[in-house]
């Protein structure tokens, strides 16, 4: 065929035809190494000048060496040494060559065995049949016949209308502005609802509007309901931590760099959304007390060697105010394989310092409770004893005793209704002497009780020592004193004085117009209480005056302060 490239008959119809074909044609020599023939639209093709192709060498066209022979998508060699990407089609020794689109050939070639792997299935719609053209595979998500073409009408049965008027605006703009474009869209597949992801983009005419529109579809259901679940999971797991108060965090160790993950982290770190998170670094040099790092040292060592969780307690100062806080941590090392160094923690963060504090006031209850129970069968082991001692009669034991213990009883019940702090003095004064306030017919006071004095509420620790010292003075006055006739009266007045952690109470005690007084003879159980007892738990000063006209206590006694920790209710 040689011949038929300039020389043989102009008219012979087979060299005409073979020279003037739109497409490139090479025949090759037996041995596969010589061009024997080449018409001009391979010449043109490949940039040599007319008639120059015959006779040389294939090698001299081939990028890719006897390779760039085979049927396929090739890379020759242009006149000017440039690569030239080109579709052959072999028979024999008779190549056909095209031009090639690059994009269009990895579009057509290159890419169909990755548009199967990723489950995408083409489609193209014309405007002029308004008719939907398919792949196989996109026909198969669709549920639709492979190699039928479906009418756009028919497709937008398996729309709901929203979804229809919200795709139709969106690809309606897409077509103005040529533009790419995607979407997600639930759609009916044989009765079940699948969730489709579309791609697309208009192809204009020479008048520039659109003509057509092409893209890939892609089933992604599955892919939809793991992101559901993993969101829907992470919102428990959000509303959990939340209700629990909880932070979570990750620390990436290369980097040194924590992420931290909700509000609660910020909360207890006292920190501001613009002040960042903190660092392991940061975490320990700074924030954490410096009694508290040797043990967290040693922890993250040990959690690191064992590959185990990581558990640590510790005080922080919180940012924002520079309270101590005090807080639990437990997270666990993640490694990308065994034996490799963890890569980040991940963790929460608890602030506990109101349990602990609950607990610590929980133990002194406890220890408190064991004491006053202790005090208390101390008291009435010594209320029995002393009252024995004194008493003429079982009547006058019985009597005496049952007064004491009633007193006692009543001193506690005013504590424990304060939640076991505080008990007025002046409720105390009232408990034992209201019976002695005698009224008048129209109601009124005959004034036999005078109590003056602000209002103070004792410790614990004394109310009770004082709470009997009253019920004693009371008895002594009903018994003997200004109280035992009609015409006695007793005034008690307090002040608080400066001095101590919570001021000196100074506390009166004065009886007239009872019987004349005169100093005992013996010191009974009262009196006992009166010196013992609030010199030695109250560390009072105690002064008595048994003067005739009436007797007359006076007590200083330091107040100690009031302990918070004890109420339960702080």
Do not use: C
């Not at 073409?149 to 795709?167: D, G, N, P, Q």
């Not at 100062?317 to 963890?342: N, V």
């Not at 019920?471 to 009609?486: Q, V």
Request: net charge negative.
């Amino acid at each position: 065929m040689s011949e038929w490239v300039g020389q043989g008959p102009a008219d012979d119809p087979y060299r005409t035809g073979f020279d003037e074909a739109a497409i490139g044609l090479l025949v090759l020599s037996a041995d596969e190494t010589v061009i024997v023939a080449a018409n001009r639209t391979l010449h043109d093709l490949i940039g040599w000048a007319p008639g120059t192709l015959p006779g040389r060498a294939a090698a001299e066209v081939l990028g890719e060496g006897p390779v760039g022979l085979r049927t396929g998508l090739q890379v020759w060699r242009h006149a000017d040494g440039s690569p030239l990407d080109v579709r052959v089609h072999r028979s024999g020794r008779t190549l056909v060559v095209e031009a090639v689109d690059v994009d269009a050939a990895a579009h057509s070639e290159a890419n169909s065995e990755a548009l199967a792997a990723a489950g995408l299935g083409e489609w193209r719609w014309d405007r002029a049949t308004g008719l939907l053209t398919l792949s196989r595979r996109a026909a198969r998500i669709l549920g639709r016949p492979p190699g039928r073409s479906v009418s756009w009408e028919e497709m937008k049965t398996s729309l709901s209308e929203a979804e229809h008027t919200r795709l139709s605006a969106l690809t309606a703009e897409a077509g103005v502005t040529g533009s790419p474009y995607q979407f997600d869209t639930p759609i009916t597949v044989a009765g079940r609802t699948v969730i489709l992801r579309v791609r697309g983009q208009a192809v204009p005419g020479p008048d520039g509007e659109p003509v057509s529109m092409v893209g890939v579809i892609q089933d992604i259901t599955t892919r939809v309901e793991a992101r559901d679940e993993i969101l829907s999971r992470d919102q428990r797991l959000r509303v959990a931590t939340t209700i629990a108060k909880l932070g979570i965090f990750e620390w990436h160790m290369l980097e040194d760099q924590a992420i931290w993950e909700n509000e609660h982290m910020y909360e207890i770190f006292g920190h501001a959304p613009e002040d960042g998170t903190i660092g392991k670094a940061e975490f320990l040099n700074d924030i954490l007390h410096p009694e508290d790092r040797p043990g967290v040292r040693k922890a993250i060592s040990r959690a690191l060697r064992e590959d185990g969780i990581l558990q640590i307690g510790g005080r922080i100062r919180r940012k924002s105010d520079g309270a101590w806080r005090t807080i639990d941590m437990a997270g666990r090392f993640e490694r990308d394989a065994p034996g490799r160094l963890p890569r980040r923690l991940i963790g929460v963060v608890a602030d506990v310092t109101d349990r602990r504090l609950a607990e610590e006031r929980q133990t002194l209850l406890i220890r408190e409770l064991h004491h006053r129970v202790k005090n208390t069968l101390a008291t009435v082991q010594a209320i029995v004893g002393s009252t024995a001692r004194t008493a003429s009669s079982i009547e006058s034991f019985y009597e005496a005793f049952v007064g004491r213990i009633k007193s006692l009883a009543h001193t506690h019940s005013v504590l424990t209704e304060d939640t076991w702090q505080m008990a007025s003095l002046e409720n105390l004064l009232l408990n034992e002497l209201k019976p002695y306030a005698e009224v008048t017919a129209d109601g009124g006071a005959e004034g036999r009780i005078s109590l003056a004095g602000p209002a103070i509420d004792l410790p614990s620790e004394i109310a009770v020592p004082i709470g009997m010292a009253i019920h004693e003075l009371t008895t002594n006055a009903a018994k003997y004193g200004a109280l035992s006739n009609r015409t006695g009266r007793v005034a008690v007045d307090w002040t608080l004085e400066p001095g101590g952690p919570a001021g000196i109470l100074r506390f009166s005690w004065q009886e007239t117009g009872g019987p004349p007084v005169a100093p005992p003879s013996r010191q009974g159980f009262g009196s006992r209480l009166l010196q013992r007892v609030l010199i030695a738990q109250v560390q009072a000063e105690v002064t008595t005056d048994y003067a005739p006209g009436g007797f007359t206590l006076t007590m200083r006694a330091p107040i100690p302060p009031r302990n918070d920790s004890l109420n339960p209710l702080v």
